[in-house]
């Protein structure tokens, strides 16, 4: 199968989630639609590293997980604290530096 | 003996530190040593004067370094004095009219409280106009020059209760700042076109600079003469001067002050020899003024303002003659000195009698004075025969030589120049007259005042009489004791340089129209005021008349010319501040205001909308790559 299909899906995927980002206001949609994003990276690195076979996609590719894993901790952490304190889960309430 | 110069400055000087200082212990001897100190420094004149007679005329003239004032390469400014014959005759006339007026004031300001302080400035007048007259170099002589401004400025607003008073300060004050702003100028021009401003290679070193720049070098010099002597356009001042206590204005109209722009010219006459233009300027202003002054004189009721006019058209004739060049300089200063006595003893003499009327200065309300006051009646008549120039007295030989010096000048400037002096002597014996006849003359018109006190016509105490005794009898010898044998001309020649003059006219011709000028003068005036009694009660008088009485609308022309020129010009300023400059500034602050407003909308705080700018500034960054890697 020809490699390049899978860059297609890649940008596919990365355009849903930046969409995602812009339009949506929950945070957690928000946040589902950033994990896509970084999928979409990660799936166009690993493409990548087939099409010119060598590794360094594959292992940048393993560096994101590890990133977005972190992120998805500390994020989860920040949503559930917003949500204390303003009892919402739209990204539009927390417009402002202060409480 | 040169060291002696300074204790002439220094006597005065210490007088006015000490009075001004010293505080209220010298209350009860503040007019003695006021008075001792600038007797001090006239005994010091005199005996540099019997030193410098037994030199020969050439080596008279002594100087006297104290201290270098500002030494800075290529501009070297001195305390240094000179002491030559000009200046000598300045530094007696000054001192010794200066020692009578002090003793003259210690009976006239006896019941002011503030006479101590009035002494303290009467000794920095004197000291002012000592450093003027005995600098060397034009910057020490403007500072004596400001300080002449400045104690006529304490002086004339002395009674600074009366506004009045203040007001005709100020009015001195910033008229001569006028002038001084000429002086500046002159001696900056000087600076730059000679490259020092000492009296001796500025004056010699004329003949190697143009006639343009002395041109305008003497121009300036015009316009501070013009300030201190009170000279059209910037007499105003003189006549509102009058508010001072009288003796200041003796002081101001004999002995110091209004001298000073006479000195300056000419003791510049090397500068105007160089530029005929500056001198017939000199000329000119001098005859518009004597014309002036003797119109103001013929209206005014008020003695001291009549006085005051007089003194206008009398410096008149000396500007005039000294703007006629080396054929006028000795007589100008022959005419200043003269004039200082009998103009001192006039106003000495004004003063009594007001002494005697509560202070009343208007003539309409004197009249048949002579009775009460014989002593004040017969010094004052021997000052009014001497500024008319009765033949025989001092203003006849001083005034008599101004006239024919005129005619001197040749052409037609001398035909007008001198008829015009001649004209002046007609009007100076009409209003002399008049006001003699009006304040000793005819009957008594005197009237109780507001608060129903009769005035008691007195003789003054002794402390005044004898001041005006002395001026008297200067004022009838002093001017045949100088023509006679050319004494002045010999006296100053060395100095100022001396051309006789040829006259179209023969000596006696001009004598004769001077005297024939003088009847037609007191003729006119007996008529008017001699032979019929004076209304109390000014009548509406001439177009001219009333013009007259408010000093032919100088006043008024400044008024409308310079204040309302000067409100409409700074409000156009602000106009253009406000709209034009205000404009500019808060336009740019507005712009950049809207802007920034505009810009702040970016900062909402939505993460999505940054997300946006993220995600557009990426798009950009990719394109412009791309963009690159194809070109």
């Known amino acids: 199968m020809n490699p390049v299909n899978y860059l297609y899906l890649a940008a596919l995927l990365f355009a849903i989630g930046a969409s995602g980002v812009l339009i949506r206001r929950n945070v957690i949609v928000l946040f589902m639609c950033i994990e896509l994003m970084l999928n979409a990276c990660n799936l ?28 998805v901790v500390v994020g989860l952490a920040i949503i559930v604290s917003l949500f204390r304190s303003r009892h919402s889960a739209s990204v539009d309430d927390a417009s402002l530096m202060k409480l | ?82 002491l030559d014959q000009l200046s000598m005759t300045f530094v007696l006339l000054i001192t010794g009219v200066g020692t009578l007026i002090h003793i003259y004031s210690i009976g006239y300001m006896e019941h002011d409280e503030r006479r101590r302080r009035f002494f303290g400035y009467l000794n920095l007048f004197l000291a002012a106009m000592l450093i003027l007259v005995i600098a060397d170099n034009y910057l020490l002589l403007y500072v004596g020059w400001e300080g002449v401004g400045l104690a006529s400025y304490l002086l004339i607003g002395f009674w600074q209760h009366k506004p009045s008073a ?9 008229v001569n700042r006028v002038g001084d702003m000429g002086l500046s100028i002159a001696i900056m021009l000087m600076f730059t076109t000679f490259g020092t401003f000492a009296f001796g290679p500025v004056l010699e070193s004329t003949g190697e600079t143009s006639e343009g720049k002395l041109t305008a070098i003497g121009l ?25 206590p009288t003796p200041v204005s003796a002081l101001i109209h004999a002995a110091t ?21 500056a001198q017939l300027v000199v000329a000119i202003v001098g005859a518009v003024t004597l014309i002036f002054g003797a119109i103001v004189g013929c209206a005014k009721d008020d003695i001291k303002k009549a006085l005051a006019g007089s003194t206008m058209s009398q410096i008149g004739y000396m500007i005039l003659a000294a703007g006629l060049g080396p054929i006028g300089y000795i007589f100008a200063i022959m005419h200043l000195v003269t004039h200082g006595f009998f103009k001192a003893g006039l106003f000495l003499g004004a003063g009594s009698v007001m002494h005697g009327m509560n202070d009343e200065v208007d003539m309409r309300k004197y009249g048949g004075l002579r009775k009460y006051m014989p002593v004040t009646f017969i010094t004052f008549g021997l000052g009014y025969l001497a500024i008319i120039g009765f033949p025989g007295l001092s203003g006849f030989f001083s005034k008599d030589k101004i006239i024919e010096a005129a005619f001197a000048k040749g052409g037609t400037e001398g035909w007008i120049l001198g008829s015009v002096a001649l004209l002046g ?18 009957e008594k018109r005197w009237q109780p005042d507001a608060e129903g006190h009769e005035p008691h016509p007195h003789e003054s105490p002794k402390s005044m009489t004898i001041p005006m005794i002395v001026l008297a009898v200067g004022s009838v010898f002093a001017g045949g004791f100088f023509a006679i044998g050319d004494r002045f001309v010999n006296w100053l020649e060395p100095v100022t340089g001396y051309e006789h003059g040829h006259s179209p006219l023969s000596v006696a011709t001009v004598t004769g129209a001077t005297v024939v000028a003088l009847v037609i003068g007191v003729g006119i005036a007996w008529a008017m005021y001699g032979r019929k009694p004076v209304p109390v009660l000014a009548p509406r008088g001439s177009l001219l008349t009333r013009a007259a009485r ?30 034009l400059v205000d404009g500019v500034v808060n336009g740019t602050a507005a712009s950049v205001g809207g802007l920034s407003g505009r810009l702040r909308k970016l900062q909402n705080g939505y993460a999505r909308s940054y997300a946006v700018s993220m995600f557009g500034g990426a798009a950009v960054v990719i394109a412009a790559t791309l963009l690159m890697r194809a070109v």
């Not at chain 1, 087939?50 to 997980?65: E, S």
């Not at chain 2, 002597?425 to 005819?442: E, K, S």
């Not at chain 2, 032919?552 to 010009?569: A, I, M, P, S, T």
């Open chain 2, 257 to 277: 002050m209004v001298t000073a722009g006479v000195y300056l010219i000419v003791r510049s006459g090397a500068i105007f020899n160089g530029a005929p233009d």
């Open chain 1, 44 to 71: 166009a690195l690993v493409t990548f590293s087939r099409m010119h076979g060598n590794l360094d996609g594959q292992i940048v590719a393993f560096f994101t997980m590890v990133v977005a894993a972190a992120e």
């Open chain 2, 1 to 82: 003996m040169e060291n002696l110069i300074a204790l002439l400055v220094a006597a005065p000087l210490l007088g006015a530190a000490v009075l001004l200082c010293g505080g209220r212990r010298l209350d009860r001897a503040g007019h003695w040593l006021g008075t001792v100190l600038a007797a001090a420094s006239f005994v010091v004149g005199v005996v540099l004067f019997a030193d410098m007679l037994g030199k020969g005329a050439e080596d008279r003239a002594l100087h006297q370094h104290l201290f270098s004032w500002i030494p800075v390469e290529g501009f070297q400014a001195d305390i240094a004095f000179q």
């Open chain 2, 220 to 244: 300036m010099l015009l316009l501070a003469a013009c300030g201190k002597s009170a000279q059209v356009p910037l007499q105003s001042w003189l006549g509102d001067a009058m508010e001072g």
């Open chain 2, 550 to 579: 408010r000093d032919l609308l100088q006043d008024d022309f400044n008024h409308v010319v310079l204040v309302r020129g000067g409100e409409h010009l700074t409000r156009s300023l602000v106009y253009v501040d406000h709209s």
């Open chain 2, 425 to 442: 002597a007609a009007i100076t014996a009409f209003y002399m007259t008049r006001v003699m006849l009006m304040t000793f003359f005819g």
């Open chain 2, 166 to 174: 203040a007001s005709a300060a100020k009015k001195a004050f910033l």
